[in-house]
């Protein structure tokens, strides 16, 4: 989901829509960081509420070791820069960006032969160990591409049968029929049936198939009920790529129960609510084109519904994670979900008043917090 390089998905969706892939990625930049900022600011308050703390400077990467290798990035400007231009096929593009990054890794290995080499190598033998080392990983590098490719195309393959037999069995247009009869002039309850649609049609499914039966079954809902094109098939991406961390099937979540050790069921509802922003953000992007850049607007337009929606995001992950500088009792709660649910909605009134409440509540808390740290000084 995030600029520029959004994976297969977002080049099925310019082809799907026939637009330019630059276009796609352009308008996908706000919303991608809104939900990253709301994951930061729900991971923040979980860190602060367990006591967490963060790494020790001495252990984070030097700026001048980052600044050193910079040049690793080349190879992703210069594929962004075929893409953005316009002039390049896909393919071209994606075969002069591997060809760069062979170049690159090559002479990266080549720095780091040079430097290492034993006493009495010439520098002659350093390169051509380098060479060789860049050789053997292009071609594990090109083998595991290729093997990840035949998942790919299978995905899509299958994700195209499912589409089709959807279509053709008239199966998309009852969908359509039932969800948008149902809802009537209730926008609101035509979006919610169609997230419920899109995470169980995407549970266990790849990303990119995953897109293609969004695309085919519950973009066309939403367009039925009035939506834009463009906002419409955001929508059913994000919810269809939220459904890997939605229990009960949950995929993500259960890879990262192993790794963690811990139970899958809680890890999915943990995961749910650290990323509570992947379900809000779809909805503000449905009522607000502004954040998808669409039609016209003005620089101030722009920051105010980022404005608003980052204190929404904070608002109601303080809600669901019950602290902020003290812990949050449930009546507070409750209203700190209520402002920020304010803030989602487009209208000045609401917004006012979901300001005004999540600002009040965040005062309070603060004299809380300095309060609790006052009194456990002074024991």
């Known amino acids: ?24 990625a352009s308008k996908a930049i706000i919303p991608a960081l809104l ?14 509420k367990l006591g967490l703390k963060g790494m020790p400077m001495d252990s984070l ?28 096929t896909m393919a071209y593009s994606a075969a002069i960006s591997i060809l760069g990054a062979f170049l690159v890794g090559l002479i990266n290995f080549i720095l780091i032969e040079l430097r290492q080499r034993k ?7 350093a390169v051509a160990q380098a060479l060789h080392i860049a050789v053997y990983a292009a071609y594990e590098a090109l083998q595991a591409g290729a093997k990840n490719c035949i998942a790919v195309a299978a995905a899509c393959a299958m994700a195209g049968l499912i589409a089709g037999c959807i279509t053709v069995t008239g199966l998309a247009s009852t969908l359509i029929n039932v969800i ?20 169980v049609l995407g549970m266990g499914v790849p990303t990119t198939a995953n897109y293609c039966i969004m695309a085919a079954t519950t973009a066309p809902i939403l367009i039925a009920l009035g939506i834009p094109q463009i906002a419409a098939h955001f929508f059913v991406f994000y919810f269809g790529i939220v459904a890997d961390i939605t229990p009960p099937v949950a995929l993500a979540a259960y890879a990262g129960s192993a790794i963690a050790k811990s139970n899958p069921m809680r890890t999915g509802v943990n995961a749910a609510r650290l990323a509570i922003a992947a379900f ?6 449905a009522f607000n084109p502004v954040m998808l850049l669409e039609g016209t607007f003005t620089t101030l337009e722009i920051v105010q519904v980022i404005g608003t929606s980052l204190i929404g995001l904070f608002g109601i992950a303080v809600s669901l994670n019950g602290h902020v500088f003290a ?3 449930p009546i507070f709660r409750i209203l700190f979900a209520a402002g920020g649910i304010c803030m989602m909605v487009p209208d000045t009134l609401t917004d006012v008043i979901g300001i005004a409440a999540i600002v009040a509540l965040t005062a309070f808390q603060m004299f809380l917090g300095r309060r609790e740290r006052a009194a456990a000084a002074a024991a």
């Not at 700026?63 to 953005?84: E, G, H, M, R, T």
């Open 180 to 199: 948008v009869n149902f809802a009537g002039d209730a926008t609101i309850i035509g979006l919610v049936l169609t997230m419920l649609t899109c995470i």
């Open 327 to 329: 812990h949050v009792n």
């Open 280 to 285: 809000i953000v779809p909805y503000i992007l």
């Open 119 to 125: 006493a009495g190598e010439t520098a002659g033998q």
């Open 61 to 88: 990467p030097k700026i001048s070791y980052l600044i050193k290798n910079s040049f690793l990035i080349l190879p992703l400007v210069l594929l962004v820069w075929l893409v953005a231009s316009g002039t390049r």
């Open 35 to 48: 939900y990253f900022t709301g994951i930061f600011i729900t991971v923040h308050l979980e860190a602060k």
């Open 1 to 24: 989901i995030m600029p520029p390089i959004m994976g297969a998905a977002a080049f099925l969706m310019a082809e799907y829509m026939g637009i330019p892939y630059i276009e796609v």
